[in-house]
């Protein structure tokens, strides 16, 4: 099956940090594949800033060898590759700097979309913002986006948006949150709101729970400090399950349009009840397997920040009082795997007798790895011994469903299109963004004032012993991690 590709405007991006990791790993993979489907026009333009003095030329020859690495093994095709480079350009340019900023503005056309990538570290954010407007580089129409994290707390994040709206209008800032872009989680919406098979059992009255769980293999990967400092609180439950949670128990919008779609997330957000010290669980790896423990690996032998967290919170709304949703996230755990579990309530009677087993319905929305759906549904074993029964998966995946040969797009690609489209839906919206930490920062002060240690946790196990008491205290179970 072939997707139906619709080049975007033309445009002039500006991708400042372009020699960084970012820039490297996904911004140009994502531009490229965009490219050789044809989804850039011939005058699209990408062009690359930092401090390195690099001619035009060695950044096209950087570009090269970042597409090499990280198109996921698949080697470019060399005529899209060489007409792909051709597109690049490139200007030497320090953020806090004057020099550089004039060669850009000639650099950038009038009559294109012009968009501003901010792959840098935030507290560069405020001289870029700062450059743009002295350089008379922010038109009304102009696009800035806005790497994570987006502050460490509600002060920082208040005074970060409050920067941005000194220089641009809402309308223009795309604060990404990369799990928005990612295929499955705008599945989860058309799941939603595309069929009505589910909408009258989305709430309290049929949904028994929901676990949102996101699990990494990997450690901290170099990103000992910044990490030491976030914990898993900050660096994934802040955002990127928030936002899961948020599609999942939203209402439904009355139009598929960023502000409608933002406001109703937004909603759940405040009505998401303050997390009780008992329901939450941290957890930090330790040594074993030859990998160094948490602390080791961050180089601070005291740290008290969690590389695990588990918690319960409910949803203070008509929808879903009475359904708990259970989060959890974590590093060096036993597999890869992403999914949100919705799990259904029992069927009010049993036809077949109490000694039936019984199994409950199970709606699971697999991100990574192999994105796709299973729907847990009860049959009769078959074969003649009576009606005994059994739980099977209905199972899809998407690549399977697809047919051969479909590409699942990274996150990056549709969200850097959805910029030059000029539309916000896929992207947090200032007062979201608000809202989160205002509902994060009691949990993470709660911890300092009570001293709170994190559990250990062995790498390569599912995390916890006590993130496993969170759900048996409810009768209740996580799913295994696999
Ligand atoms: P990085 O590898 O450290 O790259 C930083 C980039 O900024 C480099 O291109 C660097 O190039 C440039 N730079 C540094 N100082 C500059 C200045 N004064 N003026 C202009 N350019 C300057 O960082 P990264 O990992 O790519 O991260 C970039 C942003 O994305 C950060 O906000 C990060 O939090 C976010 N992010 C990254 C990841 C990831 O996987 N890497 C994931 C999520 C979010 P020069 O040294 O040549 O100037």
Redesign the pocket.
């Known amino acids: 099956m072939v997707a139906r590709v619709i080049p975007v405007d033309p445009f002039d991006l500006v991708v ?8 490297r ?2 911004i140009l993979p994502s531009l490229f594949r965009r490219f050789a489907d044809g989804q850039m026009p011939p005058e699209a333009r990408v062009i690359g ?4 003095p690099l001619s035009p030329a060695e950044f096209r020859a950087h570009a090269a060898e970042a597409l090499a690495e990280y198109l996921d093994g698949v080697p470019p095709d060399p005529a899209s590759m060489a007409a792909f480079l051709e597109r690049l350009d490139y200007v030497a ?4 700097d004057a020099a550089g900023w004039q060669t850009l503005a000639g650099r950038l056309r009038d009559d294109v979309v012009q968009a501003h990538y ?5 507290a ?1 954010f405020a ?1 870029l913002a700062a450059g743009l407007d002295r350089h008379g580089l922010n038109r009304p129409e102009t696009r800035v986006v806005v ?3 987006f502050g460490h707390d509600l002060g920082s994040a208040r005074a970060l948006n409050a920067m941005l709206a000194q220089h641009f209008d809402e309308g223009q800032v795309y604060r990404i949150d ?1 799990y928005l872009g990612k295929e499955t989680v705008q599945n989860l919406m058309a799941v939603r709101f595309a069929n009505i098979l589910f909408e009258p059992l989305w709430n309290a009255r049929f949904v028994d729970h929901v676990q949102i769980t996101v699990a990494e293999t990997v450690g901290v990967d170099g990103r000992g400090s ?1 990490y030491d400092d976030a914990g898993a609180m900050r660096d994934m439950v802040q955002n990127h399950l928030m936002q899961l949670l948020c599609l999942i128990a939203m209402e439904p919008p009355h139009r598929f349009d960023p502000d409608a779609v933002r406001d109703e997330k937004l909603k759940v957000i405040r009505a998401l009840d303050p997390v009780q010290p008992g329901d939450i669980v941290r957890g930090q790896y330790g040594a074993g397997n030859g990998a160094k423990g948490f602390a080791e690996e961050v180089g601070n032998p005291g740290t008290r920040t969690e590389s695990y967290v588990a918690l319960k919170v409910g949803v203070s709304s008509w929808r879903w009082k009475g359904t708990p949703f259970y989060l959890r996230t974590g590093k060096r755990l036993r597999a890869r795997a992403s999914e949100i579990a919705v799990t259904f309530r029992d069927p009010p009677h049993s036809i077949f007798g109490e000694e039936a087993p019984w199994r409950a319905n199970v709606l699971v929305i697999r991100l990574q790895p192999d994105e796709g759906m299973t729907l847990r549904v009860m049959i009769k074993e078959p074969g003649p011994g009576g009606m005994r029964l059994k739980d099977v998966a209905l199972d899809m995946s998407f690549a399977e469903a697809l047919g051969e040969g479909v590409h699942i797009p990274d996150a990056y690609e549709r969200l850097i299109m959805d910029v030059i489209r000029g539309n916000q839906t896929l992207f947090m919206r200032g007062d979201e963004v608000e809202a989160a930490w205002a509902w994060t920062d009691p949990v993470i002060a709660g911890w300092s004032e009570r001293g709170d240690r994190p559990h250990p946790y062995d790498p390569g196990s599912s995390g916890p012993e006590d993130a496993l008491m969170l759900m048996h205290r409810d009768g209740r179970r996580w799913r295994e991690i696999r």
């Open positions: 400042f940090g372009a020699t960084g990791d970012l820039a790993r996904k800033a930092a401090r390195s340019l320090d953020a806090g901010f792959s840098v570290a935030p560069l001289d790497e994570k994290p990369h910044y």
